[in-house]
C-alpha cells in the first residue's frame, strides 16, 4: 500500500516505524510503500520547541549527525544559566539544569551560556534590555529568574545575597541572578528622616505617670556598616530612644521635667550617640514634643499655679500701696515745712475741681473759695 504525506514549510516530520524512530523529514511531499500500515509521522512546527525529549536523547546518543542536522540543542549545567536569541534578539531567560531544542533553519537560534559561579549581578546593557519588557516588540521569557529594581534619587540599595550583606548600590538600575542564591534588594532613604516615639508611658522619679511625646532626626552616615552590623538598623535606633527616655524621665522629678525639657532632650540624645557610635547612624537632633500628665494631675497643677499667681498679685499690689503711701508722707512733709508749695497744691486742687464745674461766682476773695473747696468738690455743680 502506497501512502503519502506532506510536510509544509513551517513545519519538520518525525518519521517512525512501529514507533520508533526512522527519520526527520523536511519540508515536501513523500510516497513510502507501507502495506502493513507501521509507519507514523509527527509533525512539529518550526518555529515551536522540540519537547519530544526521548527522541532528542535518541538522537543525540545514536545519531548525533542527524541531531545536528536538524536541531538545535541547548544544555545548562546546575550553575548556567542561558539567553536565548532568536533571531539575535533576545526572548528567554533559560534556567540551569535546563534542556531545550529548536528546529534548525527556520529561525536563527543562540545560546549565551552565563557562569552563575562567576556572575552575580547582568551587565548594564543586558539589564537595560529588560527593565521595561511590556514595552518590547516580543516579551522576555523566564524573567522571574531575574531581579531588576530601580535605585531612586536619594536612596542606597543594599543587597543581600544568602543572607550576607554583600554590596551597597547607587541610584540607578540593579539586576542579579536568582538562580541558585536568595537575593535580597532593600531601599535605603538617606534623607534626613524624622523617626517619632510616641505614646510613652513613664513613671517619673516621684511616681507620677507621665505620657511623653519624643521625635529625633537622624539618618545613615555609613550605610553598608549600619546593615552588617545591625538587622534593622531603624527598629535599633527606635529601641535606644526608648530606652534613653526612660532613663532621662525616671531619674527625676516632675517639677524638674516641667522646669527644663531641654535637659531630657541633651540626656536622651548623649545616650542616642553613646549607643550608635560606630554603627553608621547619626542623630541630628532629639526633641521632647509634648508632656502629657493625668487628669487629676492637671488640676492640682492647675490649683497650684492659680495660687502662686494670687500670692505674686497680691505682693505686687501691697508694694505699690507701700510705695503710694510713702509718696504722700513726703508731699505731706515738704508742703509742711514749705507754705508755698501747700498754696500751689491748694491751687492745683482747685483747678481740678473747676474743670468739672460748668460755671462758678466767687464772692469774698480767693480765700473763702479755698476754705470752701471741699464743699465744692462733694458737690458735681455750684449755683448762683
Not at 46 to 56: C, I, K, L, R, Y
Not at 177 to 182: A, K, M, P, T, Y
Not at 341 to 352: I, N, S
Amino acid at each position: 500500500m502506497l501512502r503519502r504525506w506532506v510536510v509544509r514549510k513551517n513545519e519538520r516530520g518525525v518519521l517512525r516505524r512501529d514507533g520508533d524512530f526512522e527519520a526527520i523529514l523536511a519540508p515536501g511531499r513523500y510516497w513510502f510503500v507501507d502495506p502493513w500500515r507501521r509507519l507514523s509521522l509527527q509533525r512539529w512546527p518550526a518555529d515551536a520547541p522540540m519537547t519530544d525529549h526521548e527522541t532528542v536523547d535518541y538522537l543525540l546518543q545514536e545519531h548525533a549527525a542527524t541531531a545536528a542536522e536538524h536541531l538545535v540543542t541547548m544544555i545548562l549545567g546546575e550553575d548556567e544559566a542561558g539567553l536565548r536569541y532568536e533571531n539575535d534578539v533576545l526572548v528567554d531567560v533559560l534556567p540551569p539544569a535546563s534542556r531545550h531544542c529548536w528546529w534548525r533553519g527556520f529561525r536563527t537560534q543562540r545560546l549565551e551560556r552565563i557562569d552563575l559561579k562567576a556572575q552575580t549581578a547582568l551587565p548594564a546593557e543586558l539589564a537595560s534590555h529588560l527593565v521595561q519588557p511590556a514595552l518590547r516588540g516580543r516579551a522576555v521569557g523566564g524573567l522571574n529568574g531575574i531581579l531588576l529594581q530601580q535605585v531612586p534619587a536619594g536612596h542606597l540599595g543594599v543587597v543581600r545575597i544568602d543572607g550576607e550583606v554583600r554590596q551597597v548600590l547607587a541610584p540607578g538600575l540593579a539586576a542579579y541572578w536568582r538562580f541558585n542564591r536568595d537575593v535580597q534588594l532593600e531601599l535605603v532613604d538617606t534623607r534626613l528622616q524624622a523617626m517619632e516615639v510616641s505614646g510613652q508611658e513613664i513613671l517619673s522619679r516621684d511616681k507620677v505617670a507621665l505620657r511623653i511625646n519624643l521625635v529625633a532626626n537622624w539618618r545613615y552616615s555609613d550605610v553598608l556598616r549600619a546593615f552588617a552590623g545591625l538587622s534593622k538598623p531603624a527598629e535599633y535606633l527606635y529601641r535606644e530612644l526608648q530606652f534613653g527616655l526612660r532613663a532621662a524621665v525616671g531619674t527625676r522629678s516632675l517639677d524638674e521635667l516641667l522646669e527644663s525639657k531641654q535637659a531630657i532632650d541633651e540626656s536622651v540624645a548623649a545616650h542616642a550617640v553613646r549607643k550608635l557610635n560606630g554603627l553608621g547612624i547619626e542623630v541630628v537632633s532629639v526633641g521632647v514634643r509634648d508632656i502629657v500628665l493625668p487628669g487629676e494631675m492637671k488640676t492640682l497643677l492647675a490649683q497650684v499655679v492659680e495660687a502662686q499667681k494670687a500670692a505674686e498679685a497680691n505682693v505686687i499690689r501691697r508694694r505699690e500701696e507701700t510705695a503710694a503711701t510713702r509718696s504722700l508722707l513726703n508731699t505731706a512733709k515738704v508742703m509742711e515745712d514749705n507754705p508755698t508749695a501747700l498754696r500751689l497744691k491748694e491751687l492745683e486742687t482747685l483747678e481740678r475741681i473747676a474743670e468739672r464745674i460748668d460755671r462758678i461766682s466767687v464772692f469774698g476773695g480767693l480765700d473763702q473759695v479755698l476754705d470752701g473747696m471741699v464743699r465744692l468738690g462733694a458737690r458735681p455743680e455750684a449755683r448762683r
